[in-house]
């Protein structure tokens, strides 16, 4: 009844806003962290996150176990990750005392000219079909990590999730809801109904999903390696398979794919170093929203209060103009990093912002010249992996080749066609990337581990982590489950422009008072359901030599350690 008069109200009443229901669970509940000696993972679906610790107890260490979790949430979460998408990962080794960076995000068709689609008169890329599908970086993502810092066979990392395509697994609640709105959308496409629809619709809660074709995929992949994916069979009937839906990815593309080893990048936040990976993905975004709100006595504000809510609101669109023009793929355009994450460029943005009234618009900044799984493992020797894997929209391009029973990605849809654009689409070119991980250190040493999915979410959730853990003094589990602001509307790397302010999305948790006074100041506050992203994190307290874990409720997650 109460919820019906509020919608009733919202109808009727002019700037009046509620906020959003979660799919699962209200408010903001949280529970404890988790804490163990030995290793921990966290990932967003139980099984997973039990092989990443079977891996460890078995000798392997964070690196294995964060490949062996991935390909299993490949198979029991087939509507954010698989090997249909693309991987990034920042990686702690303890042995080289630093952090790397892994980009294996692919690249455009060779054979697909811009022209293309000028000749057919897009304006934009579509979003599902073969148009926006790039090559696919995950397989390849694994083993550039395991040549690295691997230790146990691949054979035996990949097993586990061999054993649960072919065996089948009680589907959970949230990737129940999301097969089921992804399959709707998708089942016209050549084999979504033979593979992700048994008996015509998409399993329910607790029914056992089995996918065999995707068991064959990842048992010739265990025994064959990266070439069996990019040079082998697999490679072959995806070319065959986008020939004959009008596609371009090719033969070629796939064997020409390398993931390539990048610097992570960093900014200070109070003392802290908080470290993204560079372009095509938005990591810097989250560094440029944290560089104009240092400058804001944030603590003071207080968490959930209009005053927090607005500057971090007109951080992010200031940041977002800059990613909307300048991220892209830094091998087809000079990307000025440097200037972007400066405090010296922050503190020139952050001028712009009026304490008091939201902005409609801002204007990039001046340069001078010159759906998706997160999960992150920590072992006993110390190595910690931040990594992010997707196949972008929920279950990707619509294009599932004939017999191997996974869905490509389409993060070709990203680029822009817009002559002159940074991220204007090419041949062979890197699409920008909403996936990130993250990684925060103290004086050099490793702190956290975390990242939040979910599109243009993941930026805005990295900022509200570290806030609330570093300006609010929340624990692990709670600066997850604390209610978290979305801002959409600014504009995007694929040209479209924001208008008007954009919407102010505001998770259950935020009081009424507050919501009226950001309607004051010229927000313009929209219900919306679930677009809040997920969140895993590994902490390292090296005080009392212990890892803690988290995994927030708003989806399937769970943290565990040993």
Known sequence: MIRFFLLLIALLIPGFAISQDRVTGHDFATRSEVIARGGMAATSQPLATQVALDILKKGGNAIDAAIAANAVLG????????????LFAIIWSVEKGKLYGLNGSGRSPRSLKLEYFREKGYQFIPSFGPLPVSVPGCVDGWYEMHDMFGKLPMKELLQPAINYAREGFPVTEVIAYALSKNTELLKEYPNIKEVYMPG???????????NPMLANTLDKIARGGRNEFYRGSIARDI?????????????????????????????????????????????????????????????????????????????KKLAFEDRAKYYADPVFSKIPVAQLISKKYAAERRKLIDLNKAARIYDPGRIEAG???????????????????????????????????????????????????????????????????S???????????????????????????????????MNLQEAGDAPRIHHVGSSEPTGQQMTDGGILQLENGFRWEVIQKLIKMGHTVQWNLGDYGGYQAIMWDDKNKVWFGASESRKDGQAAGY
């Open 439 to 473: 990684f925060i250190t103290k004086n050099g040493k490793p702190w956290i581990s975390f990242g939040v999915m979910g599109g243009d979410m993941q930026p805005q959730g990295h900022v509200q982590i570290v806030v609330n853990l570093i300006d609010f003094r």
């Open 75 to 86: 198979v029991v979460e087939p509507t954010g990750s698989g090997v249909g998408g693309d």
């Open 371 to 437: 759906n998706t799984i997160y999960l992150t493992v920590a072992d006993k020797f110390g190595n910690m992996v931040s990594l992010i894997q997707s196949n972008y929209r929920g279950m990707g391009s619509g294009m599932c080749p004939t017999g191997l029973g996974f869905v490509l990605q389409d993060r070709g849809e990203m680029f822009t066609l817009e002559e002159g654009h940074n991220n204007v689409y090419a041949p062979g070119k890197r699409p920008f990337h909403t996936i990130i991980p």
């Open 239 to 315: 070319d065959a398979f986008m020939k004959k839906q009008g596609g371009f990815l090719s033969y070629d593309d796939l064997s020409r794919h390398h993931s390539e080893w990048v610097e992570p990048i960093s900014t200070t936040y109070r003392g802290y170093e908080v470290w993204e990976l560079p372009p095509n993905g938005q990591g810097i975004a989250a560094l440029q929203m944290l560089n104009i709100l240092e400058g804001f006595d944030i603590t003071s504000m207080g968490f959930g209060s209009s005053e927090y809510i607005h500057v971090f609101t007109e951080a």
């Open 200 to 210: 015509g619709k998409a399993p329910a809660k607790g029914q056992v999903f089995r």
